[in-house]
């Protein structure tokens, strides 16, 4: 990085000095994946842990001096102090890394990773869900795999909203401006201490950005944030908020995404050799190299088929309508002069982004243009790889279908951030000692038969009652200090039965998903959830995104079951899903249930980090289970196909959801126990669910995969080769 540039730790600690290294993790998320560190915040002072939702600069600012010096006499807590710092310092030292060992000659060359959003952590909520947290997973592995990456998105100051749901369960939302100097994020600053910025061009005036930095272990994620001296109050709100429908607000966050990120990436004197765009948000990036170039001497053709060999695109969106898109007088309106800057035309310029609105007549498409100046591209699981070369099938009209230049790299999950600490443990005792090494060896976990069945059984009963205790808690604080209508106490899981066999529901309320599918027979169900001696419980939590009426109804739809009296406490809906939430439903229930209408589940990940928690998927063949399903460790629901009629298709996904949990799954968990008392047969379909699947959709296969077949032949293609050693590659 440019060494005129500085990151700044804008908040300093008075820490006891045997203990002043815990300061380092106020600004390096590495505690993040790593439950050793984080369990020192618990040692220290575990109810001030929780009441700062595990922030670690609100902690180390209000933790209480007796605490502090209660630990530093603690040889035990310094013991563990101790072997925590060193692994953090021989981390981010990092020589000795797969991506150094796999390409020793590698140079200087750098990765740009640009998305629209980024899921790191609940105490740093400037993410909406899914591609949120796939950006932020993907962040963690590149660290852990050593590869010279930086990341390019926003600080969205005022965050995402959090939810309330009302009586009559209708979704508010609340947004809050965020206290900036809690989070882990450093202002950057130039030698004479001013912020670093950078500014673009919306409608003839110009809109400045100034830049912050997360560490997120080894890699630098640069976070722009219009709310900056000299922008007018609207100009300052720009980036203040996630997905807004308002398409001049849209197209203006766009703009300082793409055609921002590139100037940040400038300012700070880098040069990457390979950019990557996860999901086309972050596709105006390409012209503004094509810009570079030709203002350097190069004809546009030329500078095109530069950024193609060293660009990446991840699509991430099944249905035409859910690609952004923009019609051309918003094109005209937002880059009037810029074509002339590319040495083209008006129409030369539409040419390369030009699709069939979805409104008739023609329009700028993100994901089009990002397809046009990309050779590498890909889609989220072999399905969606299919379903994609088949959407953008007219931009290659001379190709057949199946050789479209669209691949997939199925989405993983970031086993460090989602596998329950108790379950690190019994894989530390029973696995290969360098299991967390070797995560994406299937070898590896065929060790998991070593874990005897009795001790897996206890991990896994004491995580289904830290979140029940957790949700109990929750429940006691809501009725303790809000005006609130009792039901909704219950309706928040105060009836929850830690031994009843629970099935988690959780993501984004979008209508494809199908929130309401397993309530689509009330009386079949109620009747399944109150049988004697086999109770089931359901628990609901996800948000809508604010302008989605139908999503909004849907959620309408499971709290008015959730508070029907007849479900005796066993329909449970959960406020303001986020990180933390997920972590304790993915490590706590038994089944994890996804039911959306094929196939416009590009991947899903959730029921990647509840597989490797020992869960048991129960989900629809769509996005990466159908990928991961092997009779064996979960269950189908419906077929491997496709209806035209989507009443057909939900009437038989959810016939087929009620004889298998009916028949199979209740039976199974219930009826089938050894005489220990263990379920045996489920067990066997635990094991086999962590044996195949830990392997294979971790961020470890994920990165590795983007590292090979795209980013390296990306960065070859650039001035300085990268060698790979032939040996260990
Ligand atoms: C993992 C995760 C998601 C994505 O889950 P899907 O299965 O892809 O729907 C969304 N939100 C949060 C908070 C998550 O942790």
Known sequence: ????????????????????????????????????????????????????????????????????????????????????????????????????????????????????????????????????????????????????????????????????????????????????????????????????????????????????????????????????????????????????????????????????????????????????????????????????????????????????????????????????????????????????????????????????????????????????????RNGVSELHGEVSRKMWHFLWPDKQEKDVPISHITNGVHTGTWLARQLRGLFDRYLASDWLERIDDPTVWDGIDNIPDAELWMVRRHLKRKLMAYIMERSRNTWISTTIHPVQIIAGGALLDPYALTIGFARRFATYKRANLILRDMDRI???????????????????????????????????????????GRLVFLEDYDMNIARYLVQGVDIWLNTPRRPNEASGTSGEKAAINGVLNFSVLDGWWREGFNGKNGWAIGDDIEYADHDAQDSADAASLYDTLENEIIPMYYDQRSADNLPDEWMARMKESIRTMAPQFCTRRMVKEYMTDMYLPAMQSSVNKVVVNKEKG
């Not at 130039?190 to 997120?216: H, Y």
């Not at 100037?263 to 996860?278: D, E, K, Q």
Request: glycine share 6%; net charge neutral; with cysteine.
């Open 1 to 376: 990085m440019n060494n005129h540039i500085t990151a700044e730790t804008p908040v300093t600690f008075s820490l006891p000095r045997r203990i002043n290294r815990l300061a380092d993790f106020a600004y390096n998320l590495w505690w993040i994946w790593n439950p050793e560190a984080i369990r020192l915040f618990n040692l220290i002072d575990k109810a001030l842990w929780e009441a700062v939702y595990h922030n670690p600069i609100v902690f180390l600012r209000d933790v209480g001096r007796a605490q502090l010096n209660a630990v530093v006499n603690d040889r035990h807590f310094l013991d563990a102090y101790d072997r925590v710092i060193k692994n953090f310092d021989s981390y981010v030292k990092g020589n000795h890394t797969w991506y150094h060992k796999t390409y020793p000659n590698a140079g200087e060359e750098q990765i740009a990773y640009f998305s629209f959003e980024f899921g790191l952590h609940e105490s740093i909520p400037v993410y909406a869900g899914g591609l949120g947290v796939l950006s932020g997973d993907h962040l963690k592995e590149a660290s852990d795999l050593g590869l010279p990456l930086v990341a390019v998105g926003f600080l969205y100051t005022q965050g995402y909203f959090s939810q309330k749901i009302s009586e009559d369960g209708w979704q508010e939302n609340r947004n809050q401006a965020l206290k900036l100097e809690n989070l882990p994020v450093m202002p950057l600053k130039d030698e004479n201490g001013k912020p670093v910025t950078v500014s673009v061009d919306l409608t003839g005036r110009k809109v400045f950005a100034k830049l912050w930095q997360i560490n997120v272990g080894r890699v630098p994620l640069i976070l722009l944030d219009s709310n900056v001296e000299p922008n007018n109050a609207s100009d300052r709100m720009l980036t203040s908020r996630l997905y807004s429908n308002d398409l001049d607000l849209r197209i203006s966050q766009e703009i300082i995404l793409g055609i921002g990120g590139v100037r940040a990436i400038r300012a700070l004197g880098l040069n990457p050799a390979a950019w990557h765009m996860n999901e086309g948000h972050s596709a105006f990036l390409t012209l503004e190299r094509v810009r570079e170039m030709v203002l350097q001497g190069k004809t546009f053709e030329e500078a095109c088929e530069v950024v193609r060999r060293s660009s990446i695109f991840t699509t991430h969106t099944p249905v035409p309508a859910g690609n952004d898109e923009f019609a051309l007088w918003l094109i005209d309106k937002y880059f009037p002069l810029y074509w002339q800057e590319l040495g083209i035309t008006r129409d030369q310029f539409i040419d390369i982004a030009r699709n069939k609105a979805k409104w008739g007549g023609d329009a700028f498409s993100l994901p089009v243009l990002a397809m046009h100046l990309a050779n590498y």
């Open 526 to 568: 109620m009747n399944l959830l109150n049988q004697p001696n086999h109770p089931v419980q359901i628990i609901f939590a996800g948000k809508a995104h604010p302008a989605d009426e139908g999503g909004k109804l849907l959620i309408q739809e499971v709290y008015r079951a959730v508070k029907n009296a007849r479900n005796g």
